[in-house]
């Protein structure tokens, strides 16, 4: 909760700061180079670690980072060093953040096989999505209201505060023995998750398309320009815009966990994409705050199909052995194309103005569809 609530006040306070898109997207790839960079590197690292240890040292370090950026939304550091620095402070800490999710998000799907048996994997699964889901709408809602009441300072040490009591609960659990001996060659261990992957012919197809779904659908980066200069709706509209779409996913993920797809997931999958993309378009051309939201939440609860599903493959097909290195290779397509996908609509923005590029999105959303329509027909006849 405390993770989400800063990305959503760094995206509304870089707005603040500059005025323009752009410096939003650059947000995104700030993140998503070191992201992606160590992501195969830090999948071995946690097959080789004992996860806990693990995942409390990064979580201490994003704790660290949330400190620094509340130093730099201080009247102090403004008054004695101006906007440019405060800017150049933001992206450097957020490059940081993304060296550190690179290690932390492939552990928090990784562990979850070793708390719970085999046989309850696939309802874990899926309760450890509603439960991110919960935290990531809790986060994004309660930002707008605490960016309207306590400022930017203020909703800083909030965050700092959720961030070191999800260390408490963390610090609870019980030491996790590493995956993978540390007789390996590096290289090695670290091209195993890779080609398990891309052998793996159901996991790289649904992999694939969410990669490119969020990569062109990323109209959530744009969410603080609608709601400011669009939609004229403040930070508290801002707040329940950027909750609307984990509003509509955690319906559609509880919905499944009561009541699980039993047959023909695959073509459900892509029928949900293609529906996603919709929303998006409708939500690029609207210029009514009900409208806005309606089309993110049923976004949301599409591509609440799609987490679902593609979280239950992975689950399902990952030996115990490999699971920090496939997690790995699943937050370089799908984590960090959510940061790519707000560089590229920062990009687009630039260059189409907003509406333009966010219709586009959409629209290329779609196309990503018809093509694994037609390239991937083993995705169509998925079913686990």
Not at 83 to 107: A, E, M, Q, V
Not at 269 to 292: D, M, P
């Amino acid at each position: 909760m405390g993770l989400r609530m800063m990305g959503t006040l760094v995206s509304w306070w870089m707005y603040e700061l500059t005025g323009d898109a752009f410096y939003i997207g650059m947000i995104g790839l700030a993140e998503a180079i070191p992201a992606v960079g160590f992501s195969l590197y830090a999948g071995y690292v946690i097959d080789k670690s004992e996860k806990r240890k693990l995942l409390l040292r990064t979580v201490v370090l994003f704790g660290t980072c949330a400190v620094i950026l509340l130093g730099a939304s201080s009247n102090w550091f403004q008054q004695s060093f101006g906007d440019k620095l405060i800017i150049i402070s933001i992206y450097t800490i957020i490059f940081f953040t993304g060296c550190i999710r690179s290690f932390s998000g492939p552990s928090f799907s990784a562990i979850i096989a070793s708390l719970v048996p085999r046989p309850l994997l696939t309802i874990a699964s899926q309760l450890s999505s509603t439960s991110w889901l919960v935290a990531s709408i809790m986060g994004h809602a309660t930002a707008g209201f605490l960016i309207a009441w306590f400022h930017v300072t203020g909703t800083f040490i909030v965050i700092i505060t959720l961030i070191f009591t999800g260390l408490f609960f963390l610090y609870k659990l019980k030491e996790k023995p590493p995956g993978i001996s540390t007789e390996k060659k590096t290289l090695e261990a670290v091209s195993e998750g890779l080609n398990y992957v891309f052998k793996t012919k159901e996991v790289l197809a649904a992999l694939t398309l969410d990669l490119f779904a969020v990569l062109f659908g990323g109209a959530v980066a744009m969410v603080p320009v609608y709601a400011k200069d669009i939609l004229h709706a403040g930070p508290i509209g801002f707040g329940w815009l950027n909750a609307a779409a984990d509003i509509g996913s955690i319906i559609m993920v509880i919905s499944l966990t009561i009541s699980p797809l039993k047959k023909k997931q695959g073509i459900k999958l892509l029928f949900a994409v293609a529906g996603f993309g919709l929303c998006i378009i409708v939500f690029g051309i609207s210029k009514l705050y009900w409208l806005s939201f309606f089309a993110l939440l049923v976004s949301g609860v599409l591509d609440g199909v799609s987490v679902v599903v593609r979280s239950n493959i992975m689950q399902l097909k990952t030996p115990d052995e490999l699971r920090g290195r496939v997690m790995s290779v699943n937050s370089m397509f799908i984590n960090s194309s959510n940061e790519i996908g707000q560089f590229e609509s920062g990009v687009a923005a630039k260059l189409m103005g907003v509406v333009p590029s966010v219709v586009f999105g959409g629209c290329m959303t779609i196309m990503v569809v018809v093509a694994t329509w037609f390239k991937a027909p083993s995705l169509k006849k998925l079913e686990y």
